[in-house]
């Protein structure tokens, strides 16, 4: 029976002890709470600074940063969210979350706390990703589209001078250097199930000279240009050009593919060069050349110029917060042209006169690599689509993926493929 | 005294209304809700509540956000899974990998069960070294054999080539009829410590007596194991098998490593549908159907493996 | 002649040792060489099965966090300890709890003895992945996100209905007659219970308390929505942060895996030798 009594007495304490633990009341200044991705432009130590130096300018506001992973910032919105009080103030977005989130009640209108020098000074490309139908949700904070990279070496010792303006040259290219028995897949992407490969489609859709959705909102991706590309995807994995493990790749091993050496072309992320020249994690370093994202003979006829994809993300308050102003003062602080320049080795900074006169010579210097890629950037940042403004974007976008998988393994053809994901968009549109 | 067959599991010996017990019935009872309670408290306390909302949630049609309007509608989300194909090729392809992982799982745990108990040279360290597979954390396990299966620069390809068993490094990952096996074979290497070391600690309280006897009365080795050893650890391997099959339905996270789902749904289970459903796609009442759905099915599978395994004990 | 089948016996099971332990290890050493490379030397061709260029530097980034440049390796010893903690008492108190209720459900008929058989069974069918969104709710209005409480009075409502269930099934093995034999001898049932079923019961627990301490040691999920700070991060959500937006740090991450997986091992090294045969016979006989 003591046994009984002892293990009685603990389960009542143990309750109480929740109980108690719950009941603290806070005090001091305002805090509030933001949730951002880990290695997204600066490190977390570097914001942590930022905040600090922040709360030191301002002593009644106490930020709490929040890091985690690109792949988990939606569910931890989502669930913080839920909550009552809701666990964010302000949070990181990716571009293709504003629709939902915004149908969802969870951001904030910004548009009349945006000053006239941030609209104007703060490059029009990067206020796309946060701006729906004239108001405006977010600050922009990280840049970065798909580039076009390759490998210098391979292409002179292939015998060719240029790096390929259309795909169809790049296949060209390709059959050479595969020929001469430089590699064995020239070509390699990021095709896997997952967001990766509809940006790689995103990138030659617009290319083109299509459209994932026409003026009414419909669905035209299964359109001639949009079958054209999914073929074209199919054959140059046929034909040994385009790696065959690209199927099960994600962006992390389209790196380290090109960064071994194994393939000539590879289209990436900004993060791709700057682990080319880092000899722990590259094979190739120093050989790695930017040039501009190639498009289709076609969609060049068409007028198109160049294409790519946007895969910015933006600062955006939650419309429940019960401090606006502090926390827009602080994104405010956090994107100031002043934070920017000082942290801009790290991260390329979103205003556009740090790329005109002394200060375009102060960023070229910050980095060994910024003479390269940030002209690379200002050639290819104005040309970056948007993928479909939808609040269905998730569930969209999966049964795009699921399209083009099946036609890239044989199980559906290109056309049936694409007409049913564009059936499933219909479907998603209607609820 | 009608017995619930999925009691059978637990009560063996049940309790039955001999005379000798029943005189101690009622101060038992008392002394059984002691021992129970604390337990009960932990469970309830804290499920009971989200079982309760989740099970209500599935009958609405509710969109994740604030303020959300939730339309009640009734069956209108199972009804809206029943009817679709994906729903019954996932659960097909889930069923694929229960039965071939935890099939996998029990015979190989069950032979390094058994072969443990032998005592071969070494054994202490082969029982050492099976944990580590199991203490490994999933995400570990899920991103070691991602790069394993890497079709340029993993070790099977290696391997396999070395051998002279392939003649080029093979893309593992984009085989549609591969994925899933790979998958398997992750999970199986991962989990079957679990069982192993069940059935061997079973087999280490087994009564040494009975086997002795058998010997002695003339029956070999594997007769001994077949007719004695295996019908006693009848609970063990019961317990293992639902707790396996059970878990591997629910498969969720070595999925999302290795595969995410590909190539094309081919590894896509009832769990990543679920989680698809509530958290990317913002589907609270589809999930929430999902979730009991999934539990009709795992209960289903329990109560079919107690009916057609269990036995009355055999006494001594 | 006897002596000699014996030893062929002995050999031929020690043969059949080597298939399952290269099964084993194959992944295990590649994990462990991964663990040591850099990552150039991962994509080499043809495999380097021993790296030519061994480094401990994945394993220096996490123990000695100073020299780290990145926030990952710098708290990945604080969730380890973290991780020790909760399973610890998950599997502590787990086990307290769980065995007792487990003896009342297999030996003594009571009324609701079923119902609450059943109950526990059923709680454990439905995916976590569903229960998480209401539990965070009922969580953080309790203020007790970031606090490791949460997640272990989370877990022992996972571990608990499994832990019972496994204990249920070991102290069903015990038999009847010794506990018959007792209560003749005028033992209370709770003197039944610590005297004679759970010492005969000791693997049995302990394989319990292992799987038990897997379970909350492996979780993800929730430790990953749940707790966001030092305070409360677990190992495996410390691991998750060496995948980066696009790259896997694999290297490291395979360092971080084997410390991970260093703590359960440890502990089951040590409680190994209570899982040994024997028990049950000495107590029969005695």
Known sequence: ?431 | MRIHPLLLVMTANSPSLSKRRLSLRWQDARTAWLLVIPSLVVILGVTLWPIIYTFVLSFFHAPTGINQVRTFVWLGNYIEMVKDQTFWDTIGRTMYFTVVSVGLEMVLGLVIAQLIHSHPWGWQFLRFCLIIPWAVPTIVNGAMWRWIYSADFGALNALLMQLGLIKHYVPWLTLPKMAMPLVILADVWHMMPFVALILQAALATLPVELDEAAAVDGANAFQRFWKIRLPLLRPAILVALIARTVDAFRVFDIVYIITSSGPANKTLTITYLTYLNSFPWGKQGTGAALSFLISIFTISMALIFIRVLYRPEETQ | MMHYGKFFQKLLLFLLTIPVLFFIFFPILWLFSASLSTQVELFAIPMHWIPQHPTLQNYLDIIFPSLATSSVPRTFAVAIMNSIKIASAVTAISIGIGSLAAYALVRIPFRFNRTIQLGIIATRMIPEVSLILPLFIIASSLQLINKPIVLIVTYMSFALPYAIWMMAAFFQTVPIELEDAARIDGCTRLGILFRVVMPISVPGLVSTAMFTFLLAWDEFFYALIFTSTLAAKTAPVAIAEFVGRYAVNINGMMAGGIIAALPPVILALIFQRYIVSGLTAGAVKG
């Open chain 1, 1 to 431: 029976m003591r046994t009984l009594n002892k293990i009685a007495l603990l389960a009542v304490a143990f309750l109480l002890a929740i109980g108690v633990v719950g009941c603290q009341p806070k005090a001091g200044p305002v805090t509030i709470h933001i949730l951002t991705m880990d290695q997204a432009g600066l490190k977390p130590a570097e914001i942590d600074q930022i905040a600090r130096d922040f709360e030191a300018l301002n002593p009644d506001i106490k930020v709490v940063m929040e890091y985690v992973g690109y792949d988990y910032v939606h569910d931890k919105i989502v669930t913080g969210m839920a909550a009552k009080p809701p666990a964010y103030d302000a949070a990181m977005i990716d571009v293709i979350w504003p629709d939902e989130f915004i149908k969802a009640g969870y951001l904030l209108d910004v548009t009349s706390r945006v000053t006239p020098d941030m609209k104007a000074n703060m490059f029009p490309a990067s206020w796309n990703g946060v701006t729906r139908d004239g108001k405006i949700y977010g600050m922009p904070w990280l840049m970065d589209v798909k580039y076009f990279m390759y490998n210098k070496d391979i292409l002179q010792q292939a015998g060719i001078t240029a790096p390929p303006k259309t795909w169809e040259e790049l296949v060209d290219q390709a059959k050479i250097i595969k020929q001469k028995g430089l590699v064995e897949f020239p070509i390699i992407w990021s095709w896997n199930q997952k967001e990766g490969v509809v940006c790689d489609f995103t990138v030659l859709l617009f290319g083109n000279g299509g459209a994932f959705l026409d003026a009414n909102g419909k669905p035209i991706f299964n359109n001639e240009q949009g079958v054209q590309i999914l073929t074209w995807m199919k054959q140059t994995v046929d034909e040994g050009l385009s790696n065959p493990s690209s199927v099960s790749s994600d962006e992390g091993a389209v790196e380290t593919d090109f960064l071994a050496g194994k393939s000539a072309f590879a289209v990436n992320w900004l993060f791709q060069y700057s682990d080319s020249n880092d000899a722990t994690k590259s094979q190739i370093v120093g050989k790695v050349a930017f040039a501009p994202m190639p498009v289709f003979a076609a969609g060049a006829a068409a007028g198109i110029q160049g294409s790519s994809v946007d895969g910015s993300s933006s600062f955006a308050i939650m419309a429940t917060t019960p401090y606006p102003d502090q926390t827009w003062k602080f994104l405010s602080y956090l994107a100031s042209n002043e934070v920017q320049i000082k942290y801009s080795a790290e991260m390329l900074p979103a205003w556009q006169n740090d790329f005109q006169g002394d200060a375009l010579a102060n960023l070229l210097a910050a980095t060994p690599s910024n003479p390269v890629t940030v002209p690379a950037f200002l050639a290819q940042f104005p040309y970056a689509n948007e993928r479909p403004t939808v609040a269905y974007y998730n569930e969209a976008s999966a049964a795009l993926q699921l399209a083009i998988q099946e036609a890239l393994t044989g199980v559906k053809t290109p056309k049936q493929a694409l007409d049913e994901a564009a059936a499933k968009w219909i479907e998603l549109a209607g609820k």
